[in-house]
């Protein structure tokens, strides 16, 4: 009997102890809302890298990140949104006639949900320390095209999207599209 305790008390440390560990280096995230249609859906649980942006590593084109935006939401807190880099930072990025351009050249936004982009953004440069980040549902994405989110600071940043654990037709490793 003493042993079968003993048993259990070790699985039940062990398990705390992986859970610590993968907790700090890994964070579970439920995508809401429609701004990241058709690639990622309401529902869709992404683990995101901790880690990624450590040790000198910065955000790349492509990368799907989480951050805390400026935005609250009902009970006060400030929301985390999930989007798409588009541009790092010393990049001049501009909207315009429903296409973006970086550095003056049109990106290819096949993966967008209508490939187009609403709005305007006069040229700009991404300011050091930060990135220019876009839904990739365009039409319907409050994203750095607008002053609630504006350019994301890298400090914000609080991972990299990696994988797709849900749903299970979906399950597997996020890479970029740009």
């Given at each position: 009997?003493?042993?079968?305790?003993?048993?259990?008390?070790?699985?039940?440390?062990?398990?705390?102890?992986?859970?610590?560990?993968?907790?700090q280096f890994i964070m579970p995230t439920m995508?809401?809302?429609?701004?990241?249609?058709?690639?990622?859906?309401?529902?869709?649980?992404?683990?995101?890298?901790?880690?990624?942006?450590?040790?000198?590593?910065?955000?790349?084109?492509?990368?799907?990140?989480?951050?805390?935006?400026?935005?609250?939401?009902?009970?006060?807190?400030?929301?985390?949104?999930?989007?798409?880099?588009?541009?790092?930072?010393?990049?001049?990025?501009?909207?315009?006639?429903?296409?973006?351009?970086?550095?003056?050249?049109?990106?290819?936004?096949?993966?967008?949900?209508?490939?187009?982009?609403?709005?305007?953004?006069?040229?700009?440069?991404?300011?050091?320390?930060?990135?220019?980040?876009?839904?990739?549902?365009?039409?319907?994405?409050?994203?750095?095209?607008?002053?609630?989110?504006?350019?994301?600071?890298?400090?914000?940043?609080?991972?990299?999207?990696?994988?797709?654990?849900?749903?299970?037709?979906?399950?597997?490793?996020?890479?970029?599209?740009?």
């Amino acid at each position: 009997m003493k042993e079968n305790r003993k048993e259990w008390l070790k699985a039940i440390t062990n398990g705390i102890v992986a859970a610590v560990i993968v907790i700090q280096f890994i964070m579970p995230t439920m995508v809401e809302g429609i701004s990241m249609e058709p690639n990622f859906e309401g529902g869709d649980y992404l683990l995101v890298s901790k880690q990624a942006y450590t040790n000198g590593k910065t955000p790349q084109r492509g990368d799907v990140v989480v951050f805390v935006s400026h935005q609250k939401d009902q009970d006060g807190k400030y929301k985390k949104l999930i989007k798409r880099v588009i541009a790092l930072p010393g990049d001049m990025v501009a909207v315009e006639g429903g296409k973006v351009y970086i550095n003056g050249k049109e990106t290819d936004d096949d993966y967008t949900k209508d490939g187009i982009t609403n709005g305007e953004v006069a040229p700009v440069v991404v300011p050091e320390g930060s990135v220019f980040c876009l839904g990739d549902n365009r039409l319907h994405s409050t994203d750095s095209r607008f002053l609630e989110v504006g350019f994301v600071k890298e400090d914000t940043i609080e991972g990299k999207a990696f994988f797709r654990v849900y749903p299970f037709s979906k399950f597997g490793k996020i890479g970029r599209l740009l």
